[in-house]
């Protein structure tokens, strides 16, 4: 167990709906990235959130939007929800510094119908 | 971009060595890591290996690093049923995010 949590496990919703996914960050870490893995494929990240900014973006759409709180627990929200949307989000935490190792949550699991 | 590849699938039987590979592109890479993913769940850090490294070994795990090529490779030693997953490689080439593999599905014959 890594300490880092996510909410809910599974969401199903439908297309143009919009979602938000929340991540709680392991103890001690300030860093939360978030990660996209479709069926059959490796992560792919989203983003990266450090001292409540975006601090790095991966090749995603605007509609893919985050927060970071002072806790540095962490919200995904995705707008306009297309059927590719469906996937495992996964979100990881990590202590900024010259090496990151990064922890992974269990995944929220979205289905887009 | 940054392309990290690996074959899709492995099959071992129990007690023996696995050794699942790994290439990666981008030169400026820092660390590796190798990750592995039970089904329906997230990702478990297994270890990582520093780029001015050849060699790490933890337990049954031992990782080897050939810079020069760009391969990475992860050897289990006195493979068990519960080591059936699928494994990832990352590449964090440092600018903020890893780059995934695809995955091997390691498959343990009992």
């Known amino acids: 167990e890594t300490g880092v949590t996510q909410s809910p496990t599974h969401l199903i919703k439908t297309r143009g709906q919009q979602v938000t996914l929340r991540c709680s960050s392991q103890s001690g870490h300030n860093t939360v990235s978030w990660y996209q893995q479709a069926l059959g494929q490796g992560p792919q990240f989203i983003f990266q959130y450090y001292r409540e900014e975006e601090n790095g973006r991966g090749n995603f759409p605007p509609r893919f939007s985050g927060l970071q709180f002072p806790n540095y627990s962490s919200e995904l929200n995705v707008n306009a929800l297309e059927l590719d949307d469906s996937a495992l989000y996964l979100c990881?935490?990590?202590?900024?510094?010259?090496?990151?190792?990064?922890?992974f949550g269990p995944g929220t699991r979205l289905l887009v119908l | 971009g940054e392309d990290v590849e690996q074959s899709l699938f492995l099959s071992v039987r129990e007690g023996d060595s696995s050794v699942i590979n790994c290439t990666y592109t981008?030169?400026?890479?820092?660390?590796l890591y190798w990750y592995k993913q039970e089904p329906g769940a997230g990702l478990q850090l297994l270890t990582y290996i520093f780029s001015n490294m050849d060699m790490k070994q933890d337990q049954r795990l031992t990782v080897l690093l050939n810079k020069k090529d760009k391969h990475l490779s992860l050897r289990i030693a006195d493979t068990q049923t519960g080591d059936s997953a699928i494994y990832f490689c990352?590449?964090?080439?440092?600018?903020?995010?890893?780059?995934f593999g695809t995955g091997t599905r390691l498959t343990v014959i009992p």
């Open positions: 981008d030169s400026s890479s820092t660390y």
């Open positions: 990881a935490s990590s202590f900024k510094g010259p090496q990151e190792t990064q922890y």
């Open positions: 990352a590449d964090d080439p440092g600018a903020n995010n890893l780059f």
